[in-house]
């Protein structure tokens, strides 16, 4: 079978597909742009731009993000949805049918899209458990009478926060009696030499002691089945999101694409009307231009375009499958970098008000407590929302909209692993029921290679995998193959492309 351009050109189909069922098409535009917000906004929006930024220079690194989005995020964004409009294939079988020797970018494209679904569901099924014990009252991680706690853990971190406390001049007493010298780092400070303390927050060991519960020495230790059934609950709801296809998940994304930004919204309405809000926003957005020559800059900003866009992964090229063939991709590529842009920095102002509050409440610095990644939504925020009046509202809004952020993101990337997989063997898995079978499979199999991540040495080994399984040289290297198959491989034929695009 063959399909003809509006100009002409023909695109020679691999022949896996012929007298398969037809594919399903988005009931309209709006559901495919939804279902890309789902895909691009996550938690690499919230807990590591906001960061970046502080550490790059403020509003100076939007300088360097802003090259690199327009040099590589949009376009790369557009080529891989617009090779899937084009083919109307999965990404798989879209390089065979564009340029069959190209066929293993699309592979591994796969791999990089079953690695992402077994390790990022982790974050979601930690954010079940908080999500859970926000409705407890007292929070637990917001008291030190726990089982879990130990002698070092203080709630009134303010008191050994005072840069004054300790001065020569100064007089000071406890409010509490210490009766162990093991708060003590040395016993110097008995004979009033030294005045240093060791303690810590209570949200700091609830994460270490009741979340992890880490093993020390380097092996995985047993699984922690209450994180096994968060983790097991979170693959149900995607699951059932999906398993009915694209038709039934275009459905779902009005309500899951759209609460997290008015979530958003009233978070960050009670962040900016926080004492110390202005600090807080002054460190993330004030420019220090001289970090920009810094090539370490360029490189964070670099990374940061490839993730939040979900680039190579090959989730757009599948979504992208699903669009009619006249559709105006174009315009809907542009309008959705900047709508994920946008948010980035929408999350930054949320973080650094609620962080310029933390601190003015502490009487620290700002930079003392900015941290990036899991330990911004996990001990961070619940240090804050424990401040403030009517906490539990504040936990739960918290992470719900970011159980919403995840999950989007986990069964938009399910959902285009089961279209590649599909549309590997259109016969068979394009029946009636096999559809629904085969998202079950891809969930059992993902939650089963999941549950090392929630062991004792889980923690190690997200870390490792973090840092080493998913590197930006295998990024690139993707990126790189899939611009040399289009535009040299398979040449100005492309143009046939974006015209019927635009």
């Known amino acids: 079978m063959t399909e003809e351009t509006a100009n002409g050109i023909r695109v020679e189909d691999s022949g896996t597909d012929k007298g398969a069922p037809a594919r399903e098409k988005w009931a309209n535009n709006t559901e495919f742009l939804l279902s890309v ?10 807990w590591r731009f906001p960061y970046l930024c502080f550490r790059n220079g403020g509003v100076a690194f939007f300088i360097p993000y802003f090259v690199c989005l327009i040099s590589v995020g949009i376009p790369i964004f557009f080529l891989e949805t617009a ?3 084009y083919t109307s294939e999965g990404v798989v079988t879209a390089w065979r049918k564009i340029c069959p020797m190209f066929e293993g970018v699309g592979v591994a494209s796969l791999v990089v899209m079953i690695y992402l679904n077994i390790f990022f ?6 954010t079940i458990f908080y999500l859970i014990n926000s409705f407890i009252s007292p929070m637990p991680w917001s008291t030190c009478n726990n089982v879990w706690n130990t002698d070092e853990c203080h709630t009134r971190y303010s008191i050994y926060a005072n840069p004054h406390m300790f001065h020569s001049e100064s007089n000071w007493s406890f409010l509490n009696n210490f009766t162990s010298d093991d708060y003590l780092e040395n016993d110097s400070f008995m004979n009033g030499t030294d005045t240093s303390l060791t303690f810590t927050s209570p949200e700091e060991e609830f994460w270490l002691s009741r979340v992890l519960r880490p093993s020390y020495d380097m092996s995985l230790g047993k ?3 209450d994180l096994a059934l968060c983790l097991l609950l979170a693959w149900i709801i995607c699951y059932f999101c999906i398993w009915k296809g694209i038709k039934f998940m275009g459905k779902i ?3 899951t694409a759209t609460c997290p930004y008015l979530m958003m919204l009233i978070l960050f309405i009670r962040g ?5 809000a202005g600090e807080g926003l002054a460190y993330y957005l004030m420019p220090d231009y001289s970090r920009i020559i810094s090539p370490s800059v360029w490189i964070d900003a670099a990374s940061q375009v490839i993730y939040s866009y979900s680039l190579s992964v090959g989730v757009l090229t599948t979504l992208g499958s699903y669009n009619k063939y006249n559709s105006n991709c174009y315009r809907d590529c542009f309008a959705l970098c900047c709508l994920n842009f946008a948010t980035s920095i929408f999350a930054g102002l949320i973080v ?14 700002i930079y003392d407590i900015a941290m990036s990644g899991p330990g911004l939504a996990f001990i961070t925020f619940p240090k804050i929302v424990s401040m403030l009046p009517g906490s539990m509202f504040w936990s739960v809004l918290f992470f719900l909209m970011m159980l919403l952020l995840g999950i989007n993101a986990q069964f938009v990337y399910v959902e285009s692993m089961a279209t590649t997989i599909t549309d590997l063997f259109p016969h068979h898995l394009r029946k009636p029921g096999r559809r629904e079978i085969l998202t079950l499979v891809i969930a059992v199999v993902c939650f089963l290679l999941g549950l090392p991540f929630i062991t004792q040495g889980g923690i190690l080994l997200f870390h490792v995998v973090d840092l080493y399984g998913l590197s930006e040289i295998i ?15 398979y040449g100005k034929s492309w143009t046939g492309c974006y015209h019927c695009t635009t």
């Open 37 to 46: 917000v789902a895909a691009i906004n996550g938690f690499v929006n919230v």
């Open 272 to 276: 900016v009307t926080l004492p110390g």
């Open 475 to 489: 990024i690139l290297f993707i990126i790189g193959f899939e611009c040399i198959g289009i535009a040299w491989v």
């Open 253 to 255: 994304v009005y309500f």
């Open 352 to 365: 650094f008000s609620v962080l310029g509050f933390m601190a003015y409440e502490q009487n620290v610095e």
């Open 223 to 225: 699984v922690h089945w």
């Open 83 to 85: 090779l899937g409009q």
């Open 121 to 126: 569901i982790v974050i979601s099924a930690w």
